[in-house]
């Protein structure tokens, strides 16, 4: 017969909390299930901005072969008269304008059409707003902002200085030659440290020099036959920040034997005029 008095067996004692190790594990545990989520997140973000702006691009590429066809080959106008306000883009003197011009012959809005209600042309309906550019808050409602610009580097003027639209029967080889691409917004981060701050400045024309790499470091041309590609910012500009000459496989001019480099100055000069006096206009 067993003693009442013997003791009862020990138990282990319940325990009550977790250990510091265990902590700063679980921590980074979810840390880094956090990093995975927002790295997944952001990559499911931009490809779906990255397949907006090519079907945008596309449906701009097709309006500028309908506008050649329709204008006996000549190009639109590069930008309005004077600054390119509100109020000069919905003047009529404007239609031809190709950021009126290419959405009004596809059923879009024109520029001068959101003149009424600035705030509207940032929305996804209108086929020159790209959702992955970053729109300065501050000014897109004082002058439109443009992700989509014109190849400025087609544009020539003639012996008196007056700008003189290129021509279809100009441009050697179509197929090659950029006519639209993705343009970089004033503040919006540059994709090359080449490129300068000033050719990020959400005008209507551009080139190379303000192409933005929206994706991965890379965004979308629209060549002057209407077909669209994907391309390397890094692939288009050299080392210096000039243009890649003898060109290749893109073309910025109306033919390959011209030198892109060649009235940068001038062309700059004229930008930075433009948006010297646009800054003027804008309230402090």
């Given at each position: 017969m067993k003693s009442a008095s013997l003791a009862s067996p020990s138990r282990i004692p319940a325990r009550s909390a977790f250990t510091l190790m265990e902590v700063l594990v679980a921590v980074a545990i979810v840390l880094?299930?956090?990093a995975l989520i927002f790295s997944t997140?952001?990559?499911l973000k931009q490809r779906?901005?990255?397949?907006?702006?090519?079907?945008?691009?596309k449906k701009l590429g097709g309006a500028l072969t309908n506008y050649l066809n329709q204008n006996n080959g000549v190009f639109p106008i590069e930008d309005a008269d004077g600054q390119d306000t509100w109020a000069n883009a919905a003047k009529p003197e404007a239609k031809d304008v190709w950021y009126n011009a290419l959405p009004r012959l596809i059923g879009g809005k024109g520029v001068g059409d959101y003149a009424a209600s600035p705030s509207s042309f940032y929305k996804d309906d209108n086929i020159l707003y790209l959702p992955g550019a970053d729109y300065p808050e501050k000014r897109k409602t004082v002058k439109p902002e443009f992700a989509i610009a014109l190849n400025s580097k087609l544009q020539h003027n003639d012996p008196s200085g007056k700008k003189e639209r290129p021509k279809l029967?100009?441009?050697?080889?179509?197929?090659?030659?950029?006519?639209?691409l993705e343009q970089g917004c004033s503040g919006e981060k540059r994709t090359l440290e080449v490129q300068k701050k000033n050719d990020y400045d959400g005008s209507p024309k551009g080139n190379a020099k303000s192409f933005a790499g929206r994706y991965g470091g890379k965004g979308h041309l629209v060549y002057v036959d209407g077909h669209v590609e994907l391309e390397e910012v890094k692939n288009l500009l050299t080392e210096t920040g000039a243009f890649p000459f003898p060109q290749g496989d893109v073309v910025w001019t109306r033919t390959p034997e011209e030198n892109p480099n060649q009235d940068t100055a001038q062309a700059d000069g004229g930008k930075k005029k433009k948006k010297d006096e646009t800054n003027k206009e804008e309230p402090k």
């Open positions: 880094v299930l956090g997140v952001r990559a779906a901005h990255k397949q907006v702006a090519a079907e945008k691009m029967d100009q441009v050697t080889q179509p197929a090659k030659t950029v006519a639209l």
